[in-house]
């Protein structure tokens, strides 16, 4: 078996071991730093969160690069309060040939300084960029094993709605090694039970984008 999947076992026991600490350790910087520069706050948790785990995969004898790359990551889906960014590792072992690739799966909210589900790793064989990013945008691959809860709540007819799009859709049905996903369920899911209603899914080139609206939450409403 390739070892790519034991050293990512390993890195998620890490993971789940210090995430959370690592998140209330700097949850008023990293706040603070989302209320004025946005996501580049994910991009500094990221990089808190990489250097341990690092540090353990080091000591099996394999090599992770820490810190975190925007052009080694891809986010494509989601609402914004649960938008999901996948970001790689291609690991090497200690004669420093690539064995396969961790990826660092990540829910977050563009709204607020928030992670609404645990980060976890997945382990691909693949290690070139495009193979990697063409096994990502493959919903069976992101989701596999991932369990979700879904909320549905009802209210009056607004009087005024907020839209959001959503460009990963026919990522959700395309084939990957012979199996093809058919996951809309879940797309969807992820967006209606903060409120999105899907109004339209277009065509566009090479893309399916899905538009979404939902009430404007009034004034006291939530809290």
Not at 61 to 82: C, D, I, K, Q
Not at 126 to 142: D, F, K, W, Y
Not at 176 to 181: K, N
Request: charged fraction near 25%; proline fraction near 5%.
């Amino acid at each position: 078996m390739n070892p790519i999947y034991s050293v990512v076992r390993s890195m998620n026991r890490h993971l789940g071991e210090i995430w959370e600490a690592i998140l209330q350790e700097h949850a008023e910087e990293l706040s603070s730093m989302f209320a004025e520069f946005g996501d580049r706050a994910y991009g500094v948790y990221i990089q808190q969160l990489m250097g341990p785990i690092c540090e353990e995969v080091r000591k099996s004898g394999y090599e992770v690069p820490a810190g975190f790359r925007l052009s080694e990551s891809v986010e494509n889906w989601g609402p914004p309060e649960e938008r999901e960014r996948c970001v790689w590792y291609v690991v090497r072992d200690e004669t420093g040939n690539p064995c396969g690739t961790a990826v660092l799966q990540i829910f977050h909210s563009h709204a607020r300084f928030h992670l609404p589900q645990p980060p976890r790793f997945l382990a691909l064989e693949e290690t070139e960029q495009e193979a990697i990013l063409q096994a990502l945008c493959t919903s069976g691959v992101r989701l596999s094993g991932l369990l979700q809860r879904y909320r549905h709540s009802a209210g009056d007819e607004p009087r005024e709605w907020e839209y959001g799009t959503d460009a990963g859709l026919l990522e959700y049905v395309q084939s990957y090694r012979g199996h093809t996903a058919v996951d809309f369920n879940y797309a969807l899911s992820s967006w209606g039970r903060h409120g999105w209603e899907l109004v339209q899914i277009v065509p566009h080139q090479d893309r399916l984008i899905g538009f979404f609206k939902r009430p404007v939450q009034q004034a006291g409403e939530g809290q």
